[in-house]
């Protein structure tokens, strides 16, 4: 047995990173598809030590101490850049797509534990390989595992969130873009021609009116220190009740609420550049710590039904994307992309969505209002509903 202390773990996380950097680079398929450098670096760690368990008896246990702060940390980076103004300039359209992202987070569920329930294992799986991990992610995944471990006793539920939101993030990237061709063969404009002439939008390109500065980093981490204090206290006040939410949330909704009041106040503008920074360093961190840590060996009996759950999930965001999505959005080019981007945050991430509509424009032209709509609800309003959508599925008697 071998232990590494809080310092040192920091560090092997910091060589996962560069490991999986060095993984996906030279990975076609991996690069192709937008695996995270974590998830990468991460599993291969993670499938190191389990060669290592079963061959030699050997085992490594890093000090989880810092995890809980980075993985609130970075739902705090969520919350800070949630601008509602922003989020209102989408309009009618938003909130017709977040109707079917919040349609789909009831689906993924219901299909995830009655699958779970008709091969006679616990229901909480079904729905660790539902909404959490594949609308939600490693991020939410590793959140909520720490929740189910804690109060309902199922002690493989990191692992298993791990697993379905790795394998839920490739499969999104699989299915995107030729569901979105197809879709474009049959909308309005069969040719691919965009909506509209108008010069592609600068989404991707940085905020380029100021610079990070060490100043703007301390403000952006005192920000975040009074997002993880006040969430924290609101937690507590929680606990026990009807109300009682997960830390995280609570963080999530005092960044959302700080950021806009400074801003309607006119106090303060929150610089999103160095916030996006600072959260994708802290989601690196904990990502790389979160998945360098698990104990396969102890999920190997729970293999082929997560397998069986996400074939099926991956077959019905398919088929949600084409009868649901872009019809409801109007059977055209623009719908089309967005039926893309939803597959991909549908079944794995925001990152993943962006890739897969970059695919589709960068062959058949610009689509603003997907490029508008899919990071808004992807980064901030999914978590939101998806907090929701489990809440009252725990609040069942076979679940809770």
Not at 4 to 29: E, Q, Y
Not at 31 to 57: F, H, R, T
Not at 187 to 202: C, H, L, R, Y
Not at 377 to 398: Q, R, S, T
Request: charged share 10%.
């Amino acid at each position: 047995m071998f232990h590494l202390d809080s310092l040192s773990t920091l560090v092997a996380a910091t060589l996962v990173l560069l490991i999986g950097r060095k993984i996906v680079h030279i990975t076609p398929f991996l690069k192709k598809y937008s695996i995270p450098e974590p998830v990468a670096g991460g599993l291969l760690v993670a499938l190191v030590l389990l060669i290592l368990k079963q061959s030699m008896g050997w085992e490594v246990r890093f000090d989880m101490a810092l995890t809980d702060q980075l993985m609130l940390a970075f739902f705090a980076t969520i919350g800070l850049n949630a601008n509602i103004i922003s989020l209102l300039k989408g309009g009618k359209l938003l909130g017709i797509f977040l109707f079917s992202v919040v349609g789909l987070l009831v689906m993924q569920n219901v299909i995830g534990v009655g699958i779970a329930t008709l091969l006679g294992l616990d229901p909480l799986l079904g729905l660790l390989a539902g909404s959490i991990t594949l609308s939600g992610g490693h991020g939410t995944g590793a959140a909520w595992s720490k929740v189910f471990i804690e109060q309902y006793g199922f002690y493989n539920a990191k692992e298993v969130a791990m697993a379905c939101a790795t394998f839920g993030l490739v499969l999104g990237g699989l299915i995107g873009g030729p569901v979105a061709r197809y879709l474009i063969k049959h909308s309005s404009t069969p040719n691919g021609a965009p909506e509209d002439n108008a010069v592609p939008g600068t989404f991707e390109k940085p905020e380029t009116g100021r610079f990070i500065t060490s100043m703007i980093l301390i403000e952006t981490i005192a920000l975040i220190a009074i997002c993880l204090t006040a969430g924290r206290e609101i937690a507590s006040m929680l606990e026990g009740t009807t109300f009682e939410l997960p830390v995280f949330v609570c963080v999530l909704f005092v960044a959302v609420v700080l950021s806009n009041i400074l801003s309607l106040c006119g106090f303060y503008r929150v610089f999103e550049r160095a916030v996006s920074v600072l959260g994708n360093v802290c989601l690196s961190l904990f990502l790389a710590t979160a998945l360098m840590s698990l104990k396969l060996w102890e999920m190997a009996s729970l293999a082929l039904p997560i397998f069986a759950i996400l074939a099926v999930q991956t077959l019905f965001m398919a088929l949600y994307a084409m009868f649901v999505t872009w019809r409801i959005m109007g059977k055209n080019y623009d719908a089309a992309v967005l039926a893309a981007g939803h597959c991909g945050f549908g079944m794995g991430a925001t990152p993943t969505a962006i890739a897969n509509m970059q695919a589709i424009t960068e062959r058949f032209g610009p689509s603003h209002l997907a490029f508008l709509i899919v990071p808004m609800v992807g980064a901030f309003f999914i978590d939101i509903m998806n907090v929701i959508v489990i809440k009252l599925f725990l609040l069942l008697p076979f679940l809770g």
